[in-house]
């Protein structure tokens, strides 16, 4: 199937992506995380990108387009794919559209969800990732076997500089301003089903493969 996972800041889209993509053997393609690599490897993208990103803004819809584009065309999209964080603005929607239908392709469903915003600030003011393996662990929630430790691979797990307090509000301005609006554009287009962001992880698999029938 090709999906795109749609809503707030910490509905655990990139959490639930990683498990099912990991399961059923589709690309996991996070916008978040390809722009996160850019900007650690310095390429001409991540400088662009950066101070975007750090405050809690947005990247500007043609960067993230061309990233995105590229990533598409690897061999592992083939079998099917769920963008994570993307797209974030019905801009970004419109030029999907077009790189999919020039690559004779169309997405399936986007799965929007729906989550309550104490659950958001909670869980993003508890992440903590590996910047090596890219996995999230959450303080509480999600913890490593050994604190500050990640389970994979041994380094040490860093907060990210986006989830200050201040930056997270920030995002969900930016959230319901530029990205909320694709809710209604994807649900005329008939591809938007939903779900719960706020159920905890096992629970949120389980109503995301009843959502999408699997
Ligand atoms: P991005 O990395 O995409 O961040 P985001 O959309 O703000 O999403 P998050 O990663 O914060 O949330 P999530 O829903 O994936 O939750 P997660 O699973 O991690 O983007 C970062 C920045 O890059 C943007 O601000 C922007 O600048 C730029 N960018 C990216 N895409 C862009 C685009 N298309 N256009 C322009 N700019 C773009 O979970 C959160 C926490 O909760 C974790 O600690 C996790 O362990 C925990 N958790 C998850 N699920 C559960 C659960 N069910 N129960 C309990 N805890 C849970």
């Known amino acids: 199937m090709r999906l795109v996972f749609l809503g707030p800041p910490g509905a655990g889209k990139g959490t639930q992506a990683q498990k099912l993509c990991a399961d059923v053997g589709w690309a996991h393609v996070s916008t978040g995380d390809l722009l996160r690599e850019a900007v650690a490897a310095e390429t001409e993208l991540g400088l662009k990108a950066k101070a975007y990103m750090t405050g809690g803004g947005l990247v500007p819809d043609d960067l993230v387009v ?7 065309k690897k061999d592992d999209c083939a079998g099917g794919f769920v963008l994570d ?4 603005t019905v801009v970004q929607a419109e030029m999907l559209e077009k790189t999919l239908e020039d690559m004779g ?24 990732v590996c910047k090596t393996c890219n996995i999230n662990y959450h303080v509480k929630n999600i913890p490593p076997k050994v604190e500050g430790i990640c389970d994979r691979c041994g380094q040490a797990l860093i907060q990210r500089d986006d989830d200050k ?29 939903e779900t719960s962001g706020n159920l905890n992880v096992e629970e949120g698999q389980a109503a995301i493969r009843t959502a999408l029938g699997l």
């Open 85 to 88: 964080g993307f797209p974030r």
């Open 165 to 193: 307090p201040e930056t997270i509000d920030h995002r969900l301005v930016v959230y319901e301003g530029e990205t909320a609006p694709l809710i209604r554009f994807y649900r005329e287009r008939g591809l938007l089903k």
């Open 66 to 72: 061309s990233l995105v584009a590229e990533r598409l």
């Open 105 to 128: 392709i169309a997405l399936d469903v986007v799965l929007y969800f729906a989550t309550d915003r104490d659950v958001v600030m909670e869980r993003l003011t508890g992440r903590r």
